[in-house]
């Protein structure tokens, strides 16, 4: 079940029907922490299931695709602390003079009641903190993204604010924001950021977004290819059944944000905020990129090394924004270009990727358990 697009009634529902079958196990939930820790109380024993979510998965980084998946992480993550913990000599019955959270979690693990209430716990703390949850989180590199060819540059910031006649991200707000990540959503709801502008450029609707891309980003191209893919991505985005999810295909990725002087520039990129891929298109004909200016009086071995520190320059590029960003980079040669709708096609399909494999809640419970019984023998 992909759980992102679940409306609000749906959520409340969910946290309802998990409060209500909450409430009736809880007498003997609460019975069975009492045996393990001698404490009784209910603030107790949640807080023993509920405050350390932020240490047992990377809630500021990761998005989960539903309840079992944060439930499979956070088990994961748990069984990593108590084996380190067990290591340390630090994982007792009694730490400080009181039952550790860790050991009481290991021995609820082995508890099958104890284990339902505690998923039915995580699975409504999902829901009640549901876009927190599944949304992607970017590298804070790309927070800012900037694009554009020469003084043409624009930005797309994740919270948008001018401080000190610069654009910034207010990362107060950042994680306020209800839109996936570099979509066409995001693009109209923060705005393209002219640097000489203190007012973001905004949209009030897809269509309104796809007249700018026509009639500003793709002229500036001098490539019949470029503007032929960006052609093809505007069609992609009209036929769309949801035109406002789908990701922004950035054109010239600027390698050094919006300084005039930049290293590199990427043709188009996709980062998608469904799956985390970042991928580069670079259209590359060898007109432009395998170019000799001139052969009289060139020898064969000085022309090999012009070609040689032509392709270096062009790998270093490739390295470098993998290095930076993440971003793999593909190259649609001569041959691929004669079939420009076969090279959007291929753009397309990382346009339109959505999902990756759930884990399995059984098998992060069954490692828990075998690692647990091996600490405790």
Known sequence: MDVRGLDKRFLEKQEQQLTERIRQLQPDALDRFEDITGNRSIHSFHAMLGSNNNVYVDSVRTAFLDPKDFISQWLKGLTERVQSQAEQGRLKPEYYGRVGREYFLMCALKDDLLTEYLFLFLTRNFYRNFKERVRNKPDEN???????SGNLVWGLLISPEMRSDEWVNDKSEMRRADFNYWTVRHVMQSGLIDPESDEPVKFDSPKQFSQFYRSILKRVSNSQYEKGIADRYLTYLRKSSTPYEEPFLIPELRFAGKEKKHKYRLDYVVLNPYTMSKTGFEISPASTHMKVDRIRNVTKSEMNDVLRDDWA???????????KFGINTITFTDEDLSDLDHCFSV??????????????????LQDARAAFAEIML
């Open 142 to 148: 790309l927070w800012s993204v900037w694009f554009g």
């Open 347 to 364: 753009i397309e399909k990382y346009l339109a990727e959505r999902r990756r494999d759930f884990p399995r809640v059984e098998k992060s």
């Open 313 to 323: 320059k062009e790998m270093k590029k490739r390295n470098e924004y993998f290095s």
